[in-house]
């Protein structure tokens, strides 16, 4: 019997059996056939069809935004420090966006006067997707439409964040690095008993996890996001929150998102 011929007749007998099915391209018997690699992708491919894009969605204050209002100047400078190719562009409601600039329309007008260049007339139209739509599904209309980014928007029809067509597939292939990627750090750092430096794009699942709370994640994803809904507003550098047994000091932050908090443990 080959490896295709196997792979059929566990699916017929065991149709949800994932951790049985993983055993099985594990052992032995098809180690001279696929190599760990390999069976990292054909798990990933499982694994995309029981995730939904909230799963995996960057979060919206994650996103690399662009304005209306902003210069060609202004503009060309996000674009040269992100290294990005594609910019959701918002408007005067923060939580709209309005279309997608491609940097390569705008880099053509870096020597020109900035009255030449008129925004509106290059944004490429923006693909909404519900946080619930599933990867698989949402994979296939990328291929098909030859779309690479969709915003994310929760059921008020707010952006809750975006998703591109690498994100899916680095659930199936695993990272995709380029240069301009960050180099790996540690989302939890200690620093003294009962003390840490966390960043503030950890999920809160990740957090609840390390620390044994039980922060509720229903309506955020990330640790800065439950401290500005817990707040209400944006909390400033060096404001501390408490909840529970945790102290929360803010340590870096702009006037869009948190970036860095140390943790105190009662």
Known sequence: MNLIESFKGFFVKNKNDSDGFYSLIRSEKWGD??????????EGVIEVSNLQVRDVMIPRSSMILLEEEMGIDQMLQIIID???SRFPVIGDNKDEVTGILL??????????????????????????????????????EFRKSRNHMAIVVDEYGRTAGLLTIEDVLEQIVGDIEDE?????????????????????????????????????????????????????????????????????????????RLSSIEVILD
């Open 33 to 42: 056939l696929l190599g760990k690699d390999q069976i990292k992708m054909i």
């Open 82 to 84: 992100s290294g990005h």
């Open 103 to 140: 940097a390569k329309d705008l880099l053509r007008f870096s020597q020109t006067k900035e009255a030449d260049f008129q925004l509106k007339k290059y944004l490429r139209t923006a693909t909404f997707i519900p946080e619930s739509k599933q990867l698989q599904i949402l994979l296939k």
């Open 180 to 256: 301009y990627d960050p180099q790996d750090l540690p989302m939890i750092k200690e620093i003294g008993h009962k003390k840490y430096i966390v960043e503030a794009l950890i999920r809160v699942e990740d957090f609840n996890e390390y620390f044994e709370t039980e922060f509720l994640d229903e309506d955020y994803d990330t640790l800065g996001g439950m401290l500005i809904k817990m707040q209400g507003k944006l909390p400033g550098v060096e404001e501390i929150i408490n909840v529970d047994n945790c102290s929360f000091r803010i340590l870096e932050a702009d006037d869009r």
